[in-house]
């Protein structure tokens, strides 16, 4: 089980892959499908529902074209 401060972390790393999904003009559909990930788990990553692994987070930084340290500067 998770403690709160990282739910908090999780929660904010996927708020900012949704911010920057939406900065970049992508759904979840076409970003799911250009890093070969299901639609489901970006959209659980966006709501910090999972602690996804640093290879999936590296697609989607590759894919969306923004630096990997990005997704963890809050």
Do not use: P, W
Not at 11 to 26: I, L, M, P
Not at 39 to 59: A, D, H, K, P, V
Request: charged share 30%; net charge positive; no cysteine.
């Amino acid at each position: 089980m998770r403690d709160n401060a990282q739910n908090i972390f999780l929660k904010e790393v996927g708020h900012k892959v949704r911010s920057y999904r939406k900065a970049k003009n992508y759904t979840m559909e076409s970003l799911a499908f250009d890093t070969d990930m299901e639609y489901r788990q970006i959209g659980r990553i966006e709501r910090g529902e999972i602690n996804t692994t640093l290879i999936s987070m590296l697609r989607i930084s590759t894919v969306l074209k923004v630096d990997f340290h990005l997704f963890f500067m809050f």
